[in-house]
């Protein structure tokens, strides 16, 4: 006797609440299931909307031309509902992040079932509504979605550390709320022996809103099984233990589940172990993001578990020059409260002071270095023949080098990134790769004021302030979750000077006035201040329409008559930071709240 498949239980989806059981009892049967394997196409672009899909069990990734991932699906919500009610063409490709099953309305079925039963129509057209609200309200293309259910392999010949799955999955129960469940299985300790058992109880889990956590090492039939229905994938590499080489079930997954959902965890026994040859592990992976974990740290795992759950605290640098101190002092803030910092980038003086805090130094050996270069070495205080620029390099570039070293910035064991201005691709530069003292170098070039940085491509690049002075948005491409934005200066302040036109003097008197060190009585706006107001103009006027839900912007006040180069003021300025933060910011009772929920 041939087994019936069970019917599809409708009513257990949200999406059809109000719809009667009469109703739903008359789409079930009329509906075709159709299973879909991770990775094919459910429906492509341009394709007819004849038919009506419900996602049973499973998840999708919504495609527009071929690259733009920009929503996911997941059991409970329809398919092609837009196209299908407006009669056109299908405006993107649905292709199935894992094994999955749905149901298949045909047009004429689901128009005489709704005939029968109006608030099935109803249903729809909210679900419609609701979608055109979001669509309306995004502004850029989804990179990324925060995965449910997660795969852990080892990469390379490694092998997951004892107790390593039982680890992250105490972390994500600390990180997420309370009623959300956490499930770690492994080979062990799963009851189910076939694919359609397995597909049965994700789908159970995931109904109760779980994140579910898989150990796939083991036999090839079980690593296969877990990678098809995941939607992340983490591999778990152990450097210097291990060799870095892509292993077959790693390249099987890799099929399966698309780059911006990879994570690669580099695993280190001690905290002080240094890092080093990352790349080696990251490259072949082509992950979105990696992440460095020592076994004797906690707060590594819990890093990981940010991450993977949407709620990394990101922490965005503006440019400044000296002002950039004030960044200092949220930092050192943000560590007297316990707020992490999971992500940090920045431009110019936000990528020098974020570069030094992703090493790991403190905020007071920051301070400390940079009164070194810029006070006591006097980095950019030195004029030359402006063939070039109007400053020498050499020294400040000496600083670099000895202080921020040439370690790969994905050897740092803060993820971090700087931006510069591309003048030869007309673009932003996001530095995510390469010694970390090039990215402060070319991030920091002010135009004029300092010769170009050019890479190991040829590309001249000059300070990020440029394009972007508060690189938000780059923050939001690389990772979900809250972000500290902290811009410099007030946004609203007139920027005015005593002086007029005509007080501008000729070559001859410039020359004079500077031999004999003379001062102008009403003070004409120099070069450097005039560069330096040029490129934050965009970014002050920019930077809360770049925010987004979740997001706070800071604006520590500056000490009156401080300029980009007044580094003798920083150590005071980055007091004034803390103590601001900690008063105005920190002293909102939801604020720790805010962020790290």
Not at 158 to 163: E, N
Not at 303 to 330: E, I, M, P, S, Y
Request: aromatic share 6%; glycine share 8%.
């Amino acid at each position: 006797m041939t087994d019936i498949p069970p019917k599809p239980d409708l009513a257990r989806h949200a999406l059809f609440d109000g719809v009667s059981s009469a109703a739903l009892d008359a789409l079930a049967a009329a509906s075709e299931v159709k299973p879909v394997s991770g990775g094919d196409a459910l429906v492509s672009q341009g394709d007819d909307a004849d038919a009506l899909y419900f996602v049973e069990s499973g998840r999708f990734r919504v495609v527009v031309n071929k690259v733009h991932v920009v929503a996911h699906i997941e059991a409970g919500e329809a398919v092609g509902e837009l196209a299908f009610f407006a009669g056109g063409k299908r405006t993107a490709d649905v292709i199935a992040t894992r094994d999955s099953k749905v149901l298949k309305v045909s047009r004429s079925v689901f128009d005489a079932i709704a005939e029968r039963h109006p608030a099935l129509t109803q249903a729809m057209l909210k679900l419609v509504s609701e979608r055109l609200a979001v669509a309306t309200a995004r502004t850029s293309s989804m990179s990324t979605d925060v995965p449910r259910v997660i795969a852990l392999l080892p990469a390379g010949t490694s092998q997951l550390p004892d107790g390593f799955l039982a680890r992250l999955a105490t972390a994500f129960e600390e990180v997420v709320r309370s009623d959300t469940p956490v499930i770690a299985l492994d080979r062990s300790t799963s009851e189910h022996s076939d694919e359609a058992s397995y597909q049965s109880w994700l789908a159970e889990q995931e109904a109760k809103g779980a994140y579910i956590l898989i150990d796939g090492s083991g036999s090839e039939e079980w690593g296969q099984l877990v990678c098809r229905n995941a939607d992340g994938l983490v591999m778990v590499g152990r450097p210097g233990r291990a060799e870095p080489g892509v292993n077959p079930m790693e390249e099987a997954a890799m099929r399966w589940i698309d780059g911006g959902q990879r994570t690669v965890l580099l695993v280190r026994s001690k905290s002080e172990k240094p890092i080093s040859k990352s790349a080696a592990w990251i490259d072949p992976r082509q992950s979105k993001l990696h992440h460095h974990i020592a076994l004797d740290n906690d707060a590594d795992f819990a890093k990981v578990a940010r991450f993977l759950t949407g709620r990394a605290v990101g922490l965005v640098l503006a440019g400044g020059g000296a002002l950039g101190c004030a960044h200092l002092g949220v930092i050192k803030a943000l560590r007297q409260a316990e707020i992490p910092i999971d992500f940090i980038g920045g431009a110019s003086a936000g990528a020098a002071m974020g570069g030094a805090i992703a090493r790991g130094m403190t905020v007071d050996e920051t301070l400390d270095q940079m009164e070194a270069m810029f006070i006591k070495a006097k980095a950019m205080r030195r004029l030359t023949l402006p063939f070039f620029s109007l400053l020498d390099p050499t020294v400040f570039d000496r600083e670099l080098r000895t202080r921020y070293g040439g370690k790969d910035i994905v050897d740092q064991p803060i993820n971090f990134f700087g931006v510069s201005t591309n003048l030869s691709t007309n673009g932003l530069h996001v530095h995510r790769r390469g010694p970390l003292w090039e990215c402060v170098r070319a991030s920091g070039s002010l135009p004029t004021i300092l010769p170009p940085f050019i890479d190991s491509d040829r590309n001249i690049l000059v300070d990020g302030g440029v394009l972007d002075n508060v690189p938000v948005k780059v923050m939001h491409n690389l990772k979900t979750g809250p972000n500290i934005v902290v811009s410099l200066g007030d946004p609203n302040e007139v920027w005015r000077t005593d002086a007029v036109y005509d007080d501008i003097r000729g070559r001859w008197s410039l020359l004079r006035d500077f031999i004999f060190r003379r001062k102008q009585e009403r003070k004409f706006p120099s070069i450097v201040e005039i560069m330096s107001r040029s490129m934050v103009v965009a970014s002050r006027m920019a930077s809360k329409e770049m925010l987004e839900d979740g997001d706070i912007l800071v604006n520590p006040p500056i000490i009156e008559g401080m300029q980009i180069l007044d580094w003798h003021l920083g150590r005071e300025l980055a007091e004034i930071a803390a103590e601001y933060f900690t008063e105005k910011v920190l002293i909102s009772s939801d604020f720790k709240d805010s962020i790290t929920n």
